[in-house]
């Protein structure tokens, strides 16, 4: 008996001789997919190591974009590969590759690795991302698409005024695509008109996606007509898709950065209890307010007894307590912070930022731009008491759109069972630790409140994430 993914694998070998005249949807999905992962290169990727890349519609745009990248492209289909192969003529940086992108036989190294509609048929959508994902270099970035809940919906919908089920398969919702990958998604929704119910059946047929979910049984041929009939009557023959689109970026080193959704809302004591817990370097690129306190740098020293060693310098010291745009602007000092880069070192880094998630930088970045640029995942630092739910679901959407990971969030103030359940449910991610108020915010208090921390080994196990 064939497994589902020999199944698959003969479905689609038999698609490649049409697929590209019927595969509108694929067309898309790959030129979105491209721009996406153009728009978030920190720099042109040398390796890239697509999955599934059935006769190249991605492969194609990737050449576009980078086109002094070495590509490997693979597919479990051979004729898919002969496809993309032919397209693609003379092209001596592209590696063509037979195997399974749940586990290909490849090394890791990959500056990136991408997928275009291939992970809703594996076995183990979840298991294949984060295989995919220990696969990337250092800074190398996981960008895939997949088919998400609420896909056919209108085709679903039309089965089941008539009393019948769809055999099209079941698609994750966007949080439990979150949850498993601890990834960061988004989602869109692209709809294809039909001239008929007909002919949306031929074109599943035509690129091999008429494969149904295991369990299902066929629709009689009566069944069938009325099924057709509903939808090309309630629905046009339109066929709408929630696309999914995971991004995940491997950092330079391990680390996270803290950020709030506001000023004094204690990011550096939370900081300084992340640096104990974890024994980490830290790193405060922007500082002002030196004119009233001595920085936050000293602080953490002082907080902590961290060794100097792992105290990473300002990359800006600034005296007025303004943000660093308007306080650099008051000194004169012209600053470009596209430059940044992470310091090197070893163990996890705590990066602190300045102010909330939209503060800008320089006339041209923001924090969230610095965080983006980074690949960190985000600690967002949020009071615990009245208003805290507003800010906090405001500032994780502000991440989401920009595809940020979010590695949790840290509740300071009083503790409120209510606003923590709330933020956890609305805002889809995890409240790594309360910390109330404290009579002794010195040594002492973080010593004891670094206690309620997760190990960093969880927060990296998880994927470092919850976007």
């Known amino acids: 008996m064939l497994t589902r993914t020999r199944l698959v ?7 490649a001789a049409q697929y590209e005249q019927a595969a509108i949807l694929q067309r898309l999905v790959a030129a979105t997919l491209a721009d996406r992962i153009v ?53 001596d940086r592209l590696l063509i590759l037979a195997t399974d992108g749940q586990a290909p036989a490849v090394r890791p190294g ?20 984060h295989a995919l994902a220990g696969l990337l270099s250092p800074g190398g970035g996981l960008h895939l698409a997949t088919l998400a809940d609420g896909s056919l919906f209108g085709w679903q919908e039309s089965h089941r005024a008539e009393g019948e089920t769809a055999r099209t398969a079941l698609h994750p919702t966007l949080a439990v695509l979150r949850h498993r990958t601890g990834a960061a998604w ?26 149904p979910r295991p369990g299902s049984r066929p629709l009689g041929a009566g069944a069938l007509r009325r099924v057709l009939r509903r939808f ?74 961290c ?29 470009d912070a596209a430059g940044l880069a992470l310091p090197q070192g070893q163990g996890p880094l705590v990066v602190e930022g300045a102010g909330g998630v939209l503060v800008p930088l320089d006339q041209h970045t923001s924090t969230i731009d610095l965080i983006d640029r980074l690949g960190l995942p985000v600690v967002l630092v949020a009071r615990s008491t009245l208003g805290t739910i507003n800010h906090t679901l405001l500032s ?61 080994a969880a927060i990296e196990r998880s994927g470092a994430a919850t976007g």
């Not at 990959?110 to 991302?129: I, K, R, T």
């Not at 792992?310 to 306080?327: F, G, Q, T, V």
Request: hydrophobic fraction near 45%; charge should be neutral; charged fraction near 20%.
């Open 9 to 15: 694998a003969r479905r689609f070998a038999g698609a």
């Open 39 to 91: 728009a978030a290169c920190v720099r042109p990727p040398a390796t890239i190591l697509e999955i599934g890349c059935g006769t190249g519609l991605l492969t194609r745009a990737l050449r576009r974009a980078f086109p002094e990248a070495l590509i490997v492209a693979t597919d479990i289909a051979p004729s898919m590969l002969a496809a993309c192969r032919a397209a693609m003529p003379g092209d």
């Open 110 to 129: 990959f500056d990136l690795v991408c997928s275009s509609l291939a992970l809703q048929w594996f076995q183990d959508p979840a298991g294949a991302w």
């Open 186 to 211: 988004q989602q869109e929704r692209i709809a294809i008109a039909y001239p008929d119910g007909l002919s949306f059946l031929s074109g599943l047929r035509s690129i091999g996606a008429d494969l």
């Open 232 to 305: 090309e009557r309630e629905h046009r023959s339109v066929a709408d898709y929630a696309i999914a689109y995971g991004r995940h970026r491997r950092p330079v080193r391990d680390g996270v950065f803290v950020t709030g959704t506001d000023t004094g809302i204690g990011k550096t004591f939370i900081s300084a209890c992340l640096v104990a817990a974890w024994s980490a370097a830290y790193w405060k690129p922007f500082q002002t307010g030196l004119d009233q306190d001595p920085g936050d740098t000293e602080t953490i020293a002082a907080l902590t007894g």
């Open 307 to 335: 060794d100097p060693a792992r105290l990473h310098p300002p990359a800006l010291a600034l005296r007025a307590p303004l943000s660093p745009e308007d306080a650099a602007a008051l000194e004169g000092i012209a600053f």
């Open 396 to 456: 994780l959407g502000a991440l989401r759109a920009r595809g940020i990971a979010i590695a949790g969030v840290v509740l300071n103030g009083p503790p409120s069972p209510g606003n923590r359940a709330a933020i956890e449910r609305h805002g889809q991610v995890r409240v790594l630790a309360e910390i109330p108020w404290s009579d002794d915010p010195g040594p002492a208090g973080v010593a004891r409140f670094a206690s309620l921390f997760p190990p960093y």
